[in-house]
């Protein structure tokens, strides 16, 4: 009897795992966004497309493509420091498997620990941030009725950045303590610790466009991850951003004293 119980205790982890991690590889962690900080008095406005291309741990018709719209997500940020800004976005993602539309925000500042200059107007960077999300969505399974979950989010993420004339490479990791309310039996909080890394450009004009690509998992099975890749569109209002120098006309050569 004790062991049936243990495999039946193993068995609900590893479908809650799986579970999570579809859910994971669905909804993106923060938006695209660059190492640097947003500069004060300017603010930047971000929309943006992503779906996981490939999922490793459990069910994956939640995450692969033709079941799942894309996560669209609506963002701004804004300079509260020379050092730090703050930011919040929306989301909406819908699932035509068992899992209903998913929904959630997130709230997150980011603060530069240090930088570096590499040329006039261009440096690299090592930022930190700190995030709290909430999201919500209906699953049911074949013999139960359809129940509402709701899950918290706490993300640490750390990133890199190197600015090019054209573009801000970033590399990043991050890491997730996830609250889970309302997937197992008596409506009890599972809590599952992930990690995850990430790449990505984004331009350095006032119109940019941001890729990304992003790979998250549980961390006790870090090697079952997802894979999702994002596009965004960034646009600053406000801010100095310099213009393209006037065509000088030809000069004349004038005797002197004329």
């Known amino acids: 009897m004790t062991i049936t119980r243990i495999h039946r205790?193993?068995?609900?982890?590893?479908?809650?795992?799986?579970?999570?991690?579809?859910t994971a590889?669905?909804?993106?962690?923060?938006?695209?966004?660059t190492a640097s900080t947003v500069p004060v008095g300017t603010v930047?406005?971000?929309?943006?497309?992503?779906?996981?291309?490939?999922?490793g741990f459990a069910d994956i018709s939640r995450c692969a493509f033709g079941n799942t719209t894309p996560e669209l997500r609506l963002a701004g940020r804004t300079g509260l420091h020379d050092r730090v800004d703050l930011g919040a976005s929306l989301f909406f993602v819908s699932h035509f498997a068992s899992q209903g539309p998913e929904w959630g925000g997130l709230l997150?500042?980011?603060?530069?620990?240090?930088?570096?200059?590499?040329?006039?107007?261009?440096?690299?960077?090592?930022?930190?941030?700190?995030?709290?999300?909430?999201?919500?969505?209906?699953?049911?399974g074949y013999s139960q009725p359809s129940r509402g979950i709701v899950e918290t989010d706490v993300?640490?993420?750390?990133?890199?950045?190197?600015?090019?004339?054209?573009?801000?490479?970033?590399?990043?990791?991050?890491?997730?303590?996830?609250?889970?309310?309302?997937?197992?039996?008596?409506?009890?909080?599972?809590?599952?610790?992930?990690?995850?890394?990430?790449?990505?450009?984004?331009?350095?004009?006032?119109?940019?466009?941001?890729?990304?690509?992003?790979?998250?998992a549980p961390l006790r099975y870090?090697?079952?991850?997802?894979i999702t890749?994002?596009?965004g569109f960034l646009f600053d209002l406000g801010g100095d951003y310099p213009r393209a120098a006037p065509s000088s006309s030809p000069v004349l050569f004038t005797p002197e004293g004329t």
Request: charged share 20%; hydrophobic share 50%.
């Open 108 to 140: 997150d500042g980011k603060v530069e620990l240090w930088r570096a200059p590499i040329a006039e107007g261009r440096k690299q960077v090592l930022s930190a941030g700190l995030g709290l999300a909430v999201s919500g969505y209906q699953i049911s």
């Open 155 to 216: 993300v640490v993420p750390l990133r890199w950045g190197y600015q090019f004339a054209p573009l801000e490479l970033f590399v990043g990791a991050h890491f997730r303590e996830r609250f889970v309310f309302g997937v197992l039996a008596g409506n009890k909080v599972a809590d599952v610790p992930a990690g995850g890394l990430s790449l990505g450009v984004v331009s350095r004009k006032r119109a940019k466009i941001g890729v990304a690509l992003n790979y998250e």
């Open 229 to 231: 890749m994002g596009l």
């Open 25 to 33: 590889g669905c909804a993106t962690t923060v938006p695209i966004q």
């Open 44 to 55: 930047r406005l971000s929309g943006q497309a992503s779906l996981a291309i490939y999922c």
């Open 9 to 22: 205790a193993r068995g609900r982890r590893l479908v809650l795992l799986g579970l999570l991690l579809a």
């Open 222 to 226: 870090f090697d079952r991850g997802a």
